[in-house]
């Protein structure tokens, strides 16, 4: 597991997802990925500890992903030797009336992490350029000026809201938030036998959905779409990194390890140093309490 290089899953030039492996062929065992895990695990919460106290970077995860390709579980993994004070999830599901409202990235703006915090967008922004390219229809929700039906929503459209996307991230990134965007990367086939193990296991049932398989029958219009949003997002101050999801153990492992190499390059974080009068009296208030 020590041989993965994050840099290898970095979108760097456009890509065809049609030809990138959905597994590795790694010849490690469950106990394997699940002792490399646990080691990242604790470095990245000491890192993040004092990157809270530090109080100056900030975090934002994206994670984008066909249904089953194991978002949540990776949220639960990866980050759960964090201090709950210094992450929060956000899963965004299809906007409300008061969304509506606004422009579609004003709930996002919302979520953003506060300085020393990570934020985990489940599901994210990209949903407004992936969904909505599936379902058109659903852009006129937005009540936007001179869309009125479907076949307003030109192809022009759909580039100024990539340019609005990057000019977003580049402002949060250049106010100090490391921005890193993962596409959970699953062949069809795998997606086929995990509905079919929800169905199978009366514990899992109630995650099934039937627009699961509605959504799946439109499988290649979204690699269609991630592909396109992919290549005109992955940018070097908001990356896209392509992890292949079909093995979730691997996928976490990748995804852990990429965060902590993130927050290796930030090599101001430090905790705060104490007080020196307070230093200074350590043993006098040690006695006190004595």
């Known amino acids: 597991m020590q041989n993965i290089n994050p840099e290898d899953f970095r979108v760097k030039a456009p890509i065809d997802l049609s030809k990138i492996p959905t597994e590795l062929s ?14 990242i695990q604790k470095k990245l919460s000491l890192k993040q500890d004092a990157m809270y106290a530090h109080n100056r970077h900030a975090f934002l995860i994206c994670l984008q992903g066909m249904d089953t390709s194991g978002k949540d579980s990776l949220i639960r993994e990866v980050f759960k030797e964090f201090n709950p004070r210094g992450v929060v999830v956000h899963s965004f599901k ?20 506060e300085k020393g915090k990570f934020a985990v967008f489940n599901r994210t922004h990209y949903e407004n350029v992936l969904v909505t390219r599936v379902h058109p229809e659903y852009i006129l929700f937005e009540n936007l000026p001179g869309i009125e039906k479907v076949e307003d929503i030109t192809p022009q459209f759909w580039e100024n809201r990539m340019e609005q996307i990057n000019n977003f991230e580049k402002h949060i990134a250049q106010n100090g938030t490391t921005i890193l965007k993962f596409y959970f990367h699953m062949s ?14 009366p514990e899992d049932q109630w995650k099934f959905s039937t627009g699961d398989l509605k959504e799946r029958e ?7 779409y991630y592909e396109e949003a992919i290549n005109q997002t992955s940018k070097s101050y908001a990356p896209w990194f392509i992890i292949p999801a079909d093995d979730k153990g691997i996928a976490r492992y990748i995804v852990a390890k990429i965060i902590w190499e993130e927050l290796q390059k ?8 104490l007080d020196p009068k307070v230093k200074d009296n350590i043993q006098f208030y040690k006695d006190q309490l004595k």
Do not use: G, V
């Not at 790694?26 to 080691?39: G, I, P, V, Y």
């Not at 439109?218 to 269609?224: E, F, N, Q, R």
């Not at 930030?266 to 140093?273: Q, S």
């Open 266 to 273: 930030l090599t101001d974080i430090k905790e705060p140093e």
């Open 188 to 201: 069809k086939e795998e997606q086929r036998k995990r509905l079919l193990k929800r169905l199978e296991q």
């Open 26 to 39: 790694m010849n490690t065992s469950k106990s394997d990925e699940e002792t490399a895990l646990d080691e």
């Open 94 to 113: 299809t906007p409300n009336s008061t969304e509506l409202e606004h422009d579609y990235l004003w709930r996002h703006y919302l979520a953003l992490p």
């Open 218 to 224: 439109l499988w290649d219009d979204y690699m269609k």
